[in-house]
């Protein structure tokens, strides 16, 4: 559990020491005890989760301190603990917005106890609240998730639309850093499911001994250190969606309980007998060639059928064009504003350096070389010097690509006719190919 801080401020050092011990009993409350008003607002930088205030404190009456202390953080409850029975000082007190007003007597610490416990979950659900609010707000509109105006990113927008409007299985394709998980998570968070949970998992991250019980949990005494029962992701994901990236790095043995607990919608926790009924999306993504890893025999044909679902292939970077200044800009801005850089113009050679670059790293590489820009360029301007590639040789490039000759043909074939105006002629002449070759491709639909 995380810590949960309480300031406690009390002039009578015998009770202010009974109430402290008693709530000190839970060892997730880290409790402080102040003798004055003063020196709990001198103590306010800490960002108590809840204060205890009495009334009558010998420096300043309690109602004071609660304007004090809300001036300095307004969301802190306080609860105000007061010998006087009038009710009308209650009243006064409840209508400023004091939480809890407990009358001090032989049953006040177990009323207190029970009085944060109630906070505390108040508390906890205003944060789901707002998270949930962030989730499905600006940030997961599908304009904002993924940034462009080409063709092909409009394209991912029809599938995305189409994605949200049923439950069917999404698969999602794309080289790394194409921004595969931003997709998921924007398909959810404006689908039907969007008050429930998403839980991502990567499992290429996760260890293979580790994969079954990260899963679909285990119940206690399972194996060595299971000293308790642990919900795996998808028992954690039910009702949501549970997004699976790099599937294709998942072993044999747990494709075929993994297919299992698709079909069935059930699973049963690794050492238990109890099925567990499932609700749930399943997205899965990969940066391999699912239909590819089925033929060498590296991925259970079932399983590819029931996971394939509505497919989404997310294009590279290099194949986005005009998208790849207009993410530079939106990432210039955001480092920008985050670090208090001022505005920052990029120049004509630098977005000629960008849109020459054939971006390995596709979006992510795209950041972490506009952030790098921003911080070495001066005058307010990034140039082509500040531009640094984290791969010059592109043939290094170009072969590191796991994909087929034709596959390569294609690519070489765009950045030579990208890199001279789409000039056919002057292409195939660089490449020593013929013309028809080129001309062949493009009626083909292989070629931008």
């Not at 995380?2 to 009993?25: A, C, K, M, N, Q």
């Not at 949990?217 to 997004?243: C, L, P």
Request: hydrophobic share 40%.
């Amino acid at each position: 559990m995380i810590e949960y801080t309480i300031f406690i401020v009390e002039d009578d050092p015998w009770y202010g020491e009974i109430l402290r011990y008693h709530l000190s009993l839970n060892p997730d409350y880290n409790v402080s005890l102040f003798g004055t008003g003063k020196e709990c607002l001198s103590k306010m930088w800490m960002q108590p989760d809840l204060i205890t205030v009495d009334f009558s404190l010998p420096d300043i009456t309690g109602d004071k301190l609660f304007k004090k202390i809300k001036q300095s953080n307004p969301n802190v409850p306080v609860i105000i603990i007061s010998g006087q029975e009038d009710i009308s000082v209650a009243v006064n007190l409840l209508k400023m917005g004091v939480d809890d007003y407990l009358i001090k007597d032989d049953s006040t610490k177990d009323l207190l106890w029970n009085s944060i416990l109630r906070i505390r979950e108040t508390q906890t659900l205003k944060k789901e609240v707002a998270y949930l609010r962030e989730e499905l707000g600006y940030k997961y509109a599908f304009e904002k998730s993924i940034i462009g105006q080409s063709e092909s990113i409009k394209n991912v927008f029809s599938m995305m639309e189409k994605a949200v409007k049923t439950n069917i299985n999404i698969s999602i394709t794309g080289e790394t850093g194409t921004g595969k998980e931003l997709v998921a998570k924007a398909i959810h968070y404006n689908s039907s499911r969007k008050g429930k949970k998403f839980i991502a998992v990567n499992m290429a991250a996760i260890p293979q001994e580790l994969i079954e019980s990260s899963l679909f949990g285990h119940e206690k005494g399972a194996f060595t250190g299971a000293v308790s029962r642990t919900i795996g992701k998808f028992e954690e994901a039910n009702g949501g969606t549970i997004f699976l990236d790099e599937i294709a790095e998942l072993d044999m043995n747990l494709q075929s309980k993994l297919l299992r607990v698709l079909q069935e919608r059930e699973l049963v926790r690794v050492g238990g007998n109890e099925n567990v009924k499932l609700d749930i999306r399943l997205i899965v993504a990969t940066h391999k060639n699912l239909s590819e890893e089925v033929r060498k025999g590296n991925f259970r044909e079932d399983l590819f059928f029931r996971i394939m679902g509505l497919p989404i292939k997310l294009p590279p970077l290099r194949e986005r064009g005009n998208d790849i200044l207009i993410l530079a800009k939106y990432f210039l801005e955001s480092f920008s504003n985050a670090n208090n850089l001022g505005p920052i113009q990029i120049s004509k050679d630098a977005k000629d350096k960008l849109l020459n670059y054939y971006f390995p790293g596709n979006v992510r590489e795209l950041k972490a070389m506009i952030d790098l820009a921003a911080v070495l360029c001066e005058n307010g301007e990034i140039k082509a010097n500040d531009i640094v590639y984290t791969n010059t040789n592109k043939a290094d490039i170009f072969i590191a690509e796991q994909k087929t000759l034709r596959e390569h043909t294609k690519d070489i074939i765009n950045y030579y006719l990208k890199q001279n105006n789409n000039d056919i002629n002057k292409t195939a002449k660089l490449l020593d190919i013929g013309k028809s070759t080129i001309y062949k491709m493009k009626q083909d639909g292989e070629l931008n």
